[in-house]
């Protein structure tokens, strides 16, 4: 990814809306008959989601690291995180506030 955090936050929120809207609305065209193909997907996207998060989140921090700028390398996770951080509590209180959709 890059080394500004606001972008790497911003990549995450998108592969993840990315991939909420994908199931929230895939699912309604779908028949509601069990198969192991549901189980199958499910963990494949687990997989898949941790592999993109771990790219987001970890390459450039550990390319710094890896460099020997150890203390840039954690900034950059921490501001990240942080960032992320700040942008879930935000979908939390949207949620729970029952006033978005």
């Known amino acids: 990814m890059t080394r500004n955090p606001f ?3 911003a990549a995450a929120l998108l592969y993840i809306i990315i ?3 994908s ?3 895939g ?3 779908m028949s509601h008959e069990d198969s192991v193909i549901a189980p ?3 963990l494949s996207l687990f997989t898949l989601s941790a592999a993109v998060m771990g790219y987001i989140f970890f390459y450039q921090p550990l390319q710094l690291f890896l460099e020997g700028k150890k ?3 954690v900034d950059l996770f921490v501001r990240t995180t942080m960032i992320f951080a ?3 509590v935000v979908i939390l209180i ?3 506030s029952g006033s978005f959709f």
Do not use: D, H, P
Request: charged share 10%; net charge positive.
């Open 27 to 29: 699912t309604q065209k």
């Open 71 to 73: 203390k840039a390398g």
């Open 40 to 42: 199958i997907a499910a």
């Open 19 to 21: 991939v909420a809207s």
């Open 7 to 9: 972008i790497n936050a």
């Open 23 to 25: 199931m929230f609305y």
């Open 86 to 88: 700040g942008v879930t």
């Open 94 to 96: 949207i949620l729970f």
